[in-house]
């Protein structure tokens, strides 16, 4: 059979969609693994810490009880009572389990659902950025059209809130905001996130707030969630996960919470799509809110000292300026001082240095200039790769 010329009939919108430079980098990386080098994968973004024991433990016993079968689309009541709980525990969100509480396969399934519940074909989206890519092609996959909100380098990577206004059209219908955010690792301020709800309230805007890395915060920061924020409650879905809090990436189980009628058509799409996120998974994450949370504590720990290692490590690089993340686990310096584009230096590190980072251009144009290096990494591993790159700039760039 022919391959990739075969069908006539592939979709504008499926054809509008690029590949990640992520998956790009990930099949190299792999592929250099595979023929014997020791590839130090800093583009990952997950936690390379185990899944707790107690958590794997309540997975064992699900399938050991035969809990393997459907569960009801949105997730099962138990977990949903237990992600009220942590709601209102973690962040003063009131969100009864009942109706306004949605479990879904991952933050990412979260997002895609949220946007096929909220954008019509022409909708506009204010997203900050650079961002995940992956906004982009929820957007697009539902017909609408993001629109970009600068992150500015010199400000922390804030975002430029008198531009705010300008970005605004009879279209606009959603707001994204992420923090801490990726891949920037910087975070709103309460005085930013009382910006944004007075924008939001006059210009009649819903709000998506990505918060899938509120525990990832270093120093003396406190996440404040958007839905907390006086009356955003009404105006706001809220996006978590699991993924990276409890290192459980690849068990696939998120959520959303907000307005009950928003959460019934986020549901309704879910029922259309996935019915419903694991079992085994659903019964995996009542046991993480549940449980002892010690182990958080302990990773977040362990991320900050990588996270000061692998900062001051790349400012000692020529041509690297990399200012101090507050909060997720991404390093993104500034490489405009070496005369190469994000996409040619991230190559040169990959084939020479054997180090694996994500050019900033991955996460849009305004990401161009910059790369990303997670610190979800060994310090030994971190520490070999700086050593390799600052080998590779000297050796290749004659450490400009
Ligand atoms: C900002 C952000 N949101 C959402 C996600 C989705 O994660 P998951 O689908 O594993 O919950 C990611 C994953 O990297 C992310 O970086």
Request: overall charge negative; aromatic content about 8%.
């Amino acid at each position: 059979m022919e391959k990739g010329g075969g069908v006539k009939s592939l979709s504008k919108r499926s054809q509008e969609l690029k590949p990640t430079a992520f998956a790009e980098f990930f099949a190299e990386a792999v592929e250099l693994q595979r023929s014997g080098e020791d590839v130090m994968h800093l583009h990952v973004g997950e936690p390379d810490f185990r899944t707790p024991k107690h958590i794997v433990e309540a997975a064992q016993e699900a399938i050991e009880e035969g809990f393997t079968h459907y569960t009801p689309p949105g997730g099962f009541f138990e977990l949903r009572e237990a992600i009220s709980e942590k709601l209102k525990r973690d962040n003063n969100i009131d969100a009864d389990p009942e109706d306004e509480v949605c479990v879904l396969s991952g933050g990412y399934n979260a997002l895609y659902c949220a946007f096929q519940a909220l954008i019509d074909p022409g909708d506009e989206v204010i997203v900050p950025e650079p961002c995940l890519p992956q906004y982009w092609g929820d957007i697009i996959l539902a017909g609408g059209r993001a629109v970009a909100l600068e992150l500015m380098e010199e400000e922390d990577f804030k975002p430029d809130l008198d531009k705010l206004q300008m970005k605004v059209s009879d279209r606009t219908k959603v707001l994204l905001i992420n923090t801490p955010q990726n891949p920037t690792g910087s975070i709103l301020t309460m005085e930013d996130l009382e910006e944004f709800a007075a924008f939001a309230e006059n210009n009649d805007l819903t709000v998506i707030s990505d918060e899938v890395y509120e525990k990832f915060l270093y120093g003396n920061y406190h996440h404040v969630s958007f839905a907390s924020l006086s009356g955003m409650a009404e105006r706001t879905l809220t996006i978590n996960s699991f993924s990276k809090t409890y290192a459980m990436t690849g068990w696939r189980v998120g959520y959303a919470a907000g307005e009950s009628g928003l959460i019934a058509k986020i549901r309704g799409v879910s029922e259309h799509t996935i019915w419903c996120p694991s079992s085994i998974a659903q019964k995996a994450a009542i046991a993480a809110l549940r449980g002892p949370q010690g182990c958080v504590r302990e990773m977040v720990e362990e991320f900050r000292q990588r996270r000061d290692l692998i900062t001051a490590g790349l400012n000692e690089i020529k041509g690297f300026s990399c200012r101090t993340p507050k909060g997720a686990f991404y390093a993104f310096p500034s490489i405009e001082k070496l005369g190469l584009s994000s996409m040619e230096l991230a190559q040169l590190l990959l084939r020479k240095a054997m180090v694996a980072t994500v050019p900033g251009v991955a996460f849009g144009q305004l990401g161009e200039g910059n790369i990303r290096l997670s610190f979800a990494n060994s310090k030994e591993n971190i520490s070999k790769a700086l050593e390799r790159i600052g080998r590779v700039v000297e050796e290749c760039l004659g450490g400009h």
